[in-house]
């Protein structure tokens, strides 16, 4: 075959997407028809009040640090027994405790020290984003991120068919377990950074999203990696990215976007683009719907029991 061929084939696999999605966590929630809007292009509508007026940075800031509060906790966990210093966790709102999380067996000596690399990363975000903020960051919120058969890393491998009914999920069991576990988080936060860079008016602001966008993006790519690449010689790790992807695309609404690992053919997706080679973006009321893993407009679930702190805080409604 040519490489005018391979690459025909390559740009072909990009624009035949996945037109099958299948229906997650009809089981736990109800099919919502209320009708809710976005304001500014980040916040979604819903049940509980909320204002029109322009977001401002400190909004969308804030935001960004409930999920990076998530994503260091998770990884501080898995590669070194502990979570965040206390010293990081005070601010405006209900401050929460976090449920679960254990150092991670690992076996893989490189998965290990990504783990580490990845959780320092994490850890100076939400630094950063304190520093950045001031008294007007906003303190962790409840967060799970344990392994009870009804937490959410159970509840979301539930739905995506990885476990069966009263099964539990345990990121911290295995290589491969912590993988998955990474991969539902790491994909959310690029496409987060994505959708809410282009609302912050303050350029120094934009210039730190832009770089932990691409941070993120680099942490990604590594999980994206090291999964197919095991993936290989264990094909059910690869298929268990596409059920996770289906999951995501499940609750974030009738778009079309999440991609596994794999393409047509077996070949790699490292880099999930939209057909003119993009990153794609979700709302911040996309993002609550995976974490809070409810396609319903909702102010709390899934890996926030209690809901996140700030100002943007509802899912948005399907």
């Known amino acids: 075959m040519t490489d005018d061929s391979l690459m025909m084939d390559a740009l072909d696999a990009r624009v035949s997407r996945r037109n099958e999605r299948r229906e997650f966590f009809k089981a736990m929630t109800g099919a919502a028809k209320?009708?809710?809007?976005?304001?500014?292009?980040?916040?979604?509508?819903?049940?509980?009040?909320?204002t029109t007026a322009a977001l401002t940075d400190a909004d969308i800031l804030n935001?960004?640090?409930?999920?990076?509060?998530?994503?260091?906790?998770?990884?501080?966990?898995?590669?070194?027994?502990?979570?965040?210093?206390?010293?990081?966790?005070?601010?405006?709102?209900?401050?929460?405790?976090?449920?679960?999380?254990?150092?991670?067996?690992?076996?893989?000596?490189?998965?290990?020290?990504?783990?580490?690399?990845?959780?320092?990363?994490?850890?100076?975000?939400?630094?950063f984003l304190r520093t950045a903020l001031g008294t007007s960051a906003v303190s962790q919120p409840a967060i799970d991120i344990g392994t009870s058969p009804n937490g959410a890393f159970s509840s979301a491998a539930r739905a995506a068919g990885l476990i069966g009914a009263g099964q539990s999920f345990d990121p911290y069991a295995s290589d491969e377990n912590f993988l998955l576990g990474a991969y539902i988080f790491e994909d959310v936060g690029v496409t987060a950074y994505k959708g809410a860079s282009p609302l912050i008016t303050n350029p120094t602001f934009l210039e730190a999203a832009a770089g932990i966008l691409a941070v993120e993006a680099y942490h990604a790519a590594i999980v994206r990696t090291v999964?197919?690449?095991?993936?290989?010689?264990?094909?059910?790790?690869?298929?268990?990215?596409?059920?996770?992807?289906?999951?995501?695309?499940?609750?974030?609404?009738?778009?079309?976007?999440?991609?596994?690992?794999?393409?047509?053919?077996?070949?790699?997706?490292?880099v999930p683009l939209d057909p003119n080679g993009l990153a794609y973006s979700r709302t911040a009321g996309q993002v609550l719907n995976i974490v809070y893993l409810n396609p319903a407009a909702v102010g709390s679930g899934g890996f926030y029991p209690a809901g996140v702190n700030g100002t943007i805080k509802t899912s948005a409604a399907s």
């Not at 209320?34 to 909320?50: H, I, K, P």
């Not at 990884?75 to 999380?101: D, E, K, W």
């Not at 690449?229 to 609750?251: C, F, M, V």
Request: glycine fraction near 12%; proline fraction near 2%; charged fraction near 15%.
């Open 34 to 50: 209320v009708v809710g809007g976005l304001y500014a292009g980040v916040a979604a509508a819903g049940a509980q009040a909320q």
């Open 227 to 270: 999964l197919y690449s095991k993936g290989i010689q264990t094909p059910s790790l690869i298929d268990a990215t596409e059920a996770i992807s289906n999951a995501r695309d499940s609750l974030d609404g009738s778009s079309d976007l999440d991609q596994g690992v794999r393409m047509i053919g077996n070949a790699s997706n490292i």
């Open 63 to 127: 935001f960004a640090l409930n999920l990076e509060y998530l994503e260091a906790q998770f990884y501080s966990f898995a590669a070194f027994g502990t979570g965040l210093n206390t010293s990081l966790l005070g601010g405006t709102g209900v401050q929460g405790a976090v449920t679960g999380g254990r150092q991670a067996t690992f076996t893989d000596p490189v998965v290990a020290q990504y783990a580490r690399e990845i959780a320092a990363d994490e850890v100076a975000h939400v630094t």
